[in-house]
């Protein structure tokens, strides 16, 4: 049973979805001036493994992610640099597809743009002012919040604690502090759409309302975000959709935490951020994902060169046991052997305790960091595997299959890698164990103990025993 972590009542929910097998969900996508940073990835990457997982299990989902492509960042960014606004986004929206293809990060079913959707957002303030839960101030059109039901049950704080601070837009025109901006009456020189109100453009939270409800309807199942969007972004869309609608907005809300550097957030407001394009440099995407997965989705996450280094290593020890099995199979001639070895009962025995243990894992929040040691474990047995091990083709398919299962799941082991010919380094290999072991018939010490380093060193053990020399991967 799927158990989720919902923001709204601070505790994990059994996953119901609203309509059967259907899944909507609505995920805050990027606001388009810059460069994504790795905090971007973060998000992203998480919220991809939950549509994953969710398939996996057998639901439809429709996935919806915005793209914030007119907004006041976009507009002083583009001021900055003598460009058109729209422009500027077009620019970054497709640098930003670019870093999510090369993080392995599917394709939302649609990614619509607020640009494109200007109508239905003026629709949608129409109707909030014809509610009384809006009003306009000299072409300016605001929120009322102290006429919204319940108003801060997301971020959990009362009105009386919701003033003009950090992220409450401060504006001489609101009735109340508090309340926050659906159209903003255009400025000089600025971009505008004409409205009933006058020439303006919209506010940051009712985007993605009218977005969400264009295209799952008034109920969704999932709307997440990072943990920074819960006030005010996620509240306000709570206060303005349930106002509009008269119903429950979002069944389950599900934040990922933050990447930080030394215990830092990580944010462009604070400059202490590294742009995906800065980290794909030095490490590539799957080693980024890796990564980013190797913490749950609602943990912070810190990021150092050393944890990404980690990864690097943990992902080729696992790379190194599924070219192993290809290896093994392609080199099986027969497709069963006739008893089980109690080697092969005992790799059987392990890859129904590593499913096991992944699902589990995984049905319990999404939870990627406690799904990890149940393929590490896997690893561990797949690459003790000699050469000469005797299991089955139908064993070794079923093993390298679990892998193919957990990498569809965590979109990773994926690669389209340049494979070498794996019978071939085989050979290699008995062959240099052919040589060591006519030095050792000569008591030439020296090079058998030269060939052993340097076949250690490539990450090959062999090992001698009465029955002859064998070789395995290391762990």
């Not at 606004?85 to 939302?108: C, H, I, K, Q, W």
């Not at 009933?196 to 264009?214: D, F, L, V």
């Not at 699902?359 to 561990?380: H, S, V, Y």
Request: contains cysteine; charged residues 30%.
């Amino acid at each position: 049973m799927l158990k989720v972590y919902n923001t709204l009542s601070r505790e994990k929910e059994e996953f119901v979805p609203i309509n059967g097998n259907k899944v909507g969900m609505y995920v805050c996508g990027p606001t388009v001036y810059d460069y994504s940073h790795i905090g971007h990835a973060r998000s992203y990457v998480a919220f991809d493994v939950i549509r994953r997982y969710l398939e996996y299990k057998g639901y439809t989902v429709i996935y919806i992610q915005n793209i914030t492509d007119v907004d006041d960042k976009i507009i002083k960014r583009a001021n900055e640099l003598s460009e058109a606004p729209l422009s500027l986004s077009g620019r970054f929206t497709e640098a930003y597809f670019e870093d999510m293809d090369r993080l392995g990060v599917r394709r939302a079913n649609i990614h619509p743009k607020v640009s494109d959707h200007i109508p239905e957002i003026i629709e949608f303030i129409e109707g909030l002012i014809r509610g009384g839960y809006a009003y306009e101030v000299d072409g300016s059109v605001y929120f009322s919040v102290s006429k919204a039901k319940d108003y801060g049950k997301l971020s959990h704080q009362s009105l009386e604690n919701i003033l003009a601070g950090a992220r409450v837009e401060v504006d001489e025109d609101k009735r109340d502090p508090r309340d926050f901006a659906l159209w903003k009456k255009a400025k000089k020189g600025e971009i505008f759409w004409e409205s009933p109100r006058g020439n303006g453009r919209p506010g940051w939270h009712i985007e993605c309302s009218t977005m969400a409800m264009k295209y799952l309807g008034s109920r969704i199942d999932i709307h997440g975000g990072g943990m920074d969007l819960i006030f005010p972004h996620h509240e306000c869309e709570i206060a303005q959709s349930e106002s509009y609608t008269g119903k429950p907005f979002v069944k389950y809300w599900i934040h990922n935490g933050f990447v930080t550097i030394n215990q830092e957030k990580m944010s462009k407001s604070l400059g202490n951020f590294f742009t995906i394009r800065e980290v794909l440099e030095k490490y590539d995407g799957e080693t980024i994902r890796f990564f980013l997965l190797g913490t749950h989705y609602r943990s912070q996450i810190d990021y150092s060169e050393q944890h990404l280094q980690e990864a690097k290593q943990n992902l080729q020890r696992i790379y190194s046991a599924i070219n192993k099995l290809k290896t093994l199979i392609k080199g099986q001639k027969q497709t069963e052997i006739n008893a089980p070895s109690t080697e092969e009962k005992e790799l059987l025995k392990q890859v129904e305790k590593s499913k096991q243990e992944f699902i589990a894992a995984m049905e319990d929040d999404f939870n990627t960091r406690e799904a990890m040691p149940a393929i590490f474990e896997l690893t561990r047995a797949v690459n003790s595997l000699q050469s000469n091990s005797k299991i089955s083709k139908n064993t070794l398919e079923k093993t390298l299959q679990t892998y193919n299962e957990f990498g569809q799941i965590l979109g990773l082991f994926q690669e389209k890698q340049i494979e070498p010919d794996l019978e071939a380094v085989g050979k290699l290999i008995e062959l240099l164990i052919e040589l060591r072991n006519k030095s050792r018939e000569k008591k030439d010490w020296k090079t058998a103990d030269y060939i052993r380093y340097k076949l250690k060193e490539a990450g090959i053990l062999i090992e001698d025993s009465k029955e002859g020399t064998t070789w395995k991967t290391a762990e």
